[in-house]
């Protein structure tokens, strides 16, 4: 199901920012690494984001999207919650040795 709600959102149909989240959220409570980068972990008044699946193509998965560039992101929601930002990576728990 996924995959048709990515091409709804390709074409405009539905929106990008909304699929991207719940993915990613359905991704990490499945002890999975995300695939939007959406999804941070706040902890000690910094931010870290939960790892990603295929990282070097995370910016063009954003941009297909139509998400902000990671750095607008991080920076936006350390503004909102009032966090350090940082290029820490936190792993779901369930990922967690």
Not at 3 to 23: H, Q, T, W
Not at 66 to 92: G, N
């Amino acid at each position: 199901m996924v995959p048709r709600l990515e091409k709804l959102a390709e074409n405009g149909e539905i929106d990008g920012s909304d699929l991207a989240m719940f993915v990613d959220k359905t991704l990490i409570s499945a002890g999975k690494p995300q695939r939007y980068g959406m999804s941070f972990k706040f902890l000690d008044g910094k931010m870290q984001m939960y790892t990603v699946e295929d990282p070097g193509n995370l910016a063009e998965r954003r941009e297909r999207a139509m998400l902000p560039p990671l750095a607008v992101y991080k920076h936006m929601l350390a503004e909102v919650y009032h966090l350090r930002e940082t290029d820490e990576i936190a792993q779901p728990e369930t990922m967690k040795p």
